[in-house]
């Protein structure tokens, strides 16, 4: 009975010494550091050795803070530039804790720290983007336009104004003034960059027909040199239509015109055979020509005309 009992005392003493061991001890890792607390009081610096480190059980606390550069995504924000365009602003940043007591004293954890940088960050943006033009805030330098054929004809190029700041000094003006501010938490800002802009609805129904119209222009141009080409694509038709008709009119009437002294001739060569048989031909022709079952002729009895129906009556 004795025995079972010093055995039960031995398990409790040995648990309770485990509970205590497992409260005292704290391991920090390479990705760790490690402010510990008394009461809710940072009690000392931070710790940044990795390893196994022990604080006073129940009463001190060991408060985990990452030693990882930390993201920090930004709402869109609607920001009026310098020339009155409304646009929205989307922002991101990298930020680290490199304080870890002033972080813990004035922000607390990762949550508070965000949303103290909305606040930093958003300001500085709001701050810096009223300060410039959009051309400023959406360009980074003065590289020239790589324009196709049909929009190097508008010449709009030359319509876009050079800028003096560009969107990457814009970000690291923010960048600078904003790192500033953070430091006072125990927060290094490392980067910060613009992730996108976007016209308001109102400002971007402008541009949208502003690019419309530029469209129309280009398709205007398009059709002005397509109804200049089909003028002379049919201008030449015709000019080569005329050439083929007076070519084929010239070819025809080489062809009549010999044709017509071929006949001449062979008519002349029959005529000198036989001239009396060929006017006989030529009038017996002519009668088939003139006559028919109502025409009516009134001649002479000394004709030319009648003379050869003349003989034929006093051959009956």
């Known amino acids: 009975m004795k025995s079972t009992t010093r055995n039960i005392l031995l398990a409790l003493g ?69 020339d009155k365009k409304y646009i929205w602003v989307d922002t991101y940043a990298r930020w680290r804790i490199k304080d870890p007591l002033v972080f813990f004293q004035r ?31 959406v360009r980074s330098s003065n590289r020239k336009f790589e324009l196709t054929e049909d929009l190097a004809k508008l010449d709009i190029a030359s319509s876009v104004p050079e800028i003096h700041v560009g969107r990457e000094k814009i970000a690291r003006l923010i960048l600078e003034k904003a790192s500033k501010i953070t430091l006072e938490f125990g927060v290094e800002l490392k980067d910060v960059r613009i992730k996108r802009v976007n016209y ?36 030449q038709k015709e000019r080569e239509l005329k050439k083929i008709t007076s070519e084929a009119y010239r070819q025809a009437q080489e062809i009549m015109g010999k044709a017509d002294a071929e006949a001449t001739r062979i008519y002349a060569q029959a ?19 003139t006559f028919d079952a109502e025409t009516w002729l009134i001649l002479s009895t000394d004709s030319e005309f009648f003379k050869y129906l003349k003989r034929s009556s006093k051959i009956r």
């Not at 390479?30 to 059980?57: C, D, S, W, Y």
């Not at 810096?128 to 959009?134: G, K, P, Q, V």
């Not at 005529?271 to 020509?289: A, C």
């Open 14 to 82: 040995l648990l309770v010494i485990l509970i205590v061991l497992t409260d005292a001890l704290y391991i920090v890792s390479e990705t760790n550091q490690v402010i510990i607390t008394q009461f809710g009081e940072p009690i000392g610096g931070a710790i940044t050795e990795p390893g196994l480190h022990i604080k006073v059980p129940f009463i001190q606390k060991a408060n985990y803070f990452e030693k990882r550069w930390l993201e920090w995504d930004g709402d869109a924000n609607q920001i009026p530039t310098k």
């Open 271 to 289: 005529y000198n055979l036989d001239p009396e048989f060929y006017q006989f031909m030529k009038t017996l022709e002519v009668y088939r020509q």
């Open 200 to 235: 308001v609805e109102e400002v971007q129904k402008k541009v949208f027909d502003r690019m419309i119209a530029e469209r129309k222009r280009i398709a205007s141009l398009y059709r002005s040199e397509g109804d200049g080409k089909s003028a002379e694509i049919r201008g």
């Open 107 to 137: 922000v607390r954890d990762e949550r508070g720290a965000q949303s103290r940088l909305d606040d930093i960050i958003d300001g500085e943006t709001r701050n810096a983007i009223a300060n410039f033009d959009l051309i400023e805030i």
